[in-house]
């Protein structure tokens, strides 16, 4: 992961990605700046780096902490990177980096987010709703088995 503050491919990724995205919100430059301005903000930016070489920034989630909740405003996957559980070592590099307890998404159904609608699917019960919570204790118990590991760098 990498950070987020003065890149501008995070925000491109965020307004262009359609098939798994939280929200199918599109981000002003300004909107994105106080996002990222306000007190507890966290963003981060994904790149993903196989044995056939590097994809390159792939995914983007920012938000804000609330003590040990993270509050998800926004949450991008580029179409490069489905089934290889990005989605999932996203959430646990979270809880883990953060300590989170729980995650709570701004979720909202738009005509392409089944993908993120049967991603909620294997970790919650029932639909997602407007304010999907995921604690850290059933994501544990739910999130697959990750081959790959997350390296930070400086956020």
Partial sequence: CLPVAGDTR????VNKTNQFNL???RWSESEWSHLL?????LAVCFAYRDKYGLLGKIAVI????EGTTLHVRAWVLSCRAFSRRIEYGTLSFLFEHWNLDEIVFDYCATPRSQLVADFFATLIEGAPSATTRLTRAAFTTRCPTL??????EAI
Avoid: D, I, K, Q
């Fill in 10 to 13: 995070p925000l491109e990724l």
């Fill in 37 to 41: 301005a306000r007190e507890n903000a």
């Fill in 62 to 65: 920012a938000g804000c902490r």
């Fill in 23 to 25: 929200n199918g919100r």
């Fill in 147 to 152: 081959y790959f590991h997350v390296v930070s």
